[in-house]
């Protein structure tokens, strides 16, 4: 289960405009959801808000306080001022309870592969988050895997994570999908030219006519 983040929140005045608010340190934000029967619109304090931004993912659960009463939410979507990339507006949803929701959950390895510290490979993780099907109540706030085992052309793949993933839940990808590898690294022909030593130009002399 994931940790729950608070964060506390104000009922909006729609009279009053979200450039107004933005103006007051606050960001307008709506939560909807289909246990809901209309939107709520709410207000956060913007320096509230950058701080849990800097911590949550999308599979984050997150405790909407509004003093009386703590509403459980999902952060949808996020707006950001395109200069000075602070928080404008926000989206969360309720999930209904009981039923499934989709959402990625973020994917992160641990460990140096043996590949790379012995046998001078690369890694490359290939995906980042996991998509799956999932109940409000399974979500877990991230997946982790040690690579510390991994050589050479060895990768892990969705099959090799199954027993971390919550039971009930359902990954959005096919079993065989890659999500780390580790590869040989490739040097360049430019790379092992200027590796070899240079060889001493061949002077030709011109021959002088007896």
């Known amino acids: 289960m994931a940790r729950k983040y608070n964060l506390e929140v104000v009922e909006r005045d729609l009279k009053k405009k979200a450039n107004v608010l933005r103006a007051e340190g606050f960001v307008p934000a709506e939560v909807y959801g289909p246990a809901l029967k209309e939107n709520k619109h709410i207000a956060i304090a913007e320096k509230e808000m950058s701080r849990m931004l800097e911590k949550i993912t999308e599979a984050s659960l997150i405790d909407l306080d509004f003093g009386n009463e703590k509403v459980t939410v999902f952060l949808k ?11 404008i507006h926000a989206d969360f949803y309720i999930p209904a309870e009981g039923r499934k929701m989709t959402l990625n959950i973020p994917f992160e390895v641990e460990g140096d592969p043996i590949g790379v510290t012995r046998d001078n ?6 995906l980042f988050e996991i998509p799956v099907e999932i109940l409000p109540k399974d979500v ?8 510390s085992n991994l050589e050479i052309n060895q990768h892990i793949t969705v099959a090799d994570i199954a027993e971390l993933i919550p039971e009930n839940a359902k990954v959005l990808l096919d079993e065989d ?4 590898t580790i590869n040989k690294k490739v040097v360049s022909v430019e790379d092992e030219e200027n590796g070899e030593e240079s060889a001493e130009p061949e002077v030709i002399e011109e021959k002088t006519e007896e």
Not at 140 to 147: A, F, P, Y
């Open 140 to 147: 877990i706030e991230e997946i982790r895997i040690d690579v």
């Open 77 to 87: 979507t996020i707006q950001r001022h395109k200069v000075s990339d602070k928080p």
């Open 121 to 126: 490979g690369v890694m490359e993780v290939v």
């Open 177 to 180: 999908e890659v999500l780390v």
